[in-house]
């Protein structure tokens, strides 16, 4: 069994946020001011009404420290923060809910057409499941050539790239639609996720006597030409954490309704894409 550390999994999280993703600087002035000012003013009203001690404010100064330490920020701030900005950037949209991406998505998986069967260990623990639906368009057409791509964790809760031990595209794989929008996925059904616990993130949680968990869900990320892309997860109904996620992305519109088939599970989900 792998044994992801709080440190190695941050690390890694760093490591491909700086790869992947264009920080762009072009914020006017007034923006980054007003943004700060509230920001800081949030915090000063805080220890104001809270009366905060010196005591207390090196605890956070000490804290804050430690998470860029461990290479936390990306777990963090996925975790407490991105779901009000996906709230933000999503509002306008008529087609299917979005959710948060998380810290855990890696650009290039294997690509099949459409039907794959996710690259997985010999042994790969866990209830063999098949996803499968139509992506289409908000006025009902079929998007051929859509592309599909999937990415969870294991029957352990631990990522490929993220924790050691596992080859290196595990659970992780994209496919396009066929000439009906269609598309089969057969994997494995992923386990409740505990984001890790021995680093900063986990020592906050510890001190405010919350819990870790995120429901078991699947991520996706649905694309095609001419359309806005669409981040999401789907949840299996019944997880106990479906209703207390730590990160708050579950929403009612992503819950999957699984069927039993031979020895596994069927579930289906259609994708509606907003026009660019
Ligand atoms: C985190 C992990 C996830 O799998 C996820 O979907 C969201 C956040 C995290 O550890 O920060
Ligand atoms: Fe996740």
Redesign the pocket.
């Known amino acids: 069994m792998t044994n992801a550390t709080a440190a190695a999994t941050g690390a890694s999280a760093t490591e491909r946020f700086q790869a992947d993703k264009t920080h762009t600087s072009d914020t006017p002035p007034e923006r980054v001011g007003q943004l700060a000012r509230e920001v800081l003013e949030a915090v000063h009203d805080t220890i104001r009404k809270n009366q905060v001690s010196y005591a207390e404010y090196d605890a956070l100064k000490a804290w804050l420290i430690r998470v860029g330490a461990d290479g936390e920020w990306p777990l963090f701030l996925d975790v407490f923060v991105e779901h009000v900005v996906e709230e933000v950037a999503n509002a306008g949209r008529s087609g299917s809910k979005g959710t948060i991406e998380?810290?855990?998505y890696v650009p290039g998986a294997p690509l099949s057409e459409v039907e794959a069967t996710l690259p997985m260990r010999p042994d790969e623990k866990g209830t063999p499941m098949t996803f499968h639906g139509v992506v289409r368009a908000v006025d009902g057409t079929t998007l051929d050539g859509a592309e599909v791509d999937i990415?969870?964790?294991d029957d352990d809760g631990f990522?490929a790239r993220f924790a050691p031990g596992i080859p290196e595209w595990n659970l992780r794989g994209r496919v396009t639609t066929g000439d009906k929008g269609q598309f089969l996925i057969r994997t494995i059904q992923?386990a409740p996720?505990q984001i890790p616990t021995d680093g900063a993130t986990g020592a906050l949680i510890r001190a405010a006597n919350w819990h870790a968990w995120?429901p078991a869900?699947l991520?996706l990320k649905v694309t095609a030409p001419g359309h806005l892309p669409i981040t999401t997860?789907l949840y299996f109904p019944g997880d106990p954490h479906n209703n207390d996620d730590i990160?708050s992305a579950v929403k009612p519109e992503l819950m999957l309704d699984p069927r039993s088939s031979g020895d596994g599970v069927d579930v289906e989900y259609d994708f509606v894409l907003d026009p660019a």
Do not use: I, L, V
């Open positions: 998380g810290p855990f990415w969870h964790c990522y992923p996720y995120r869900h991520h997860q990160a």
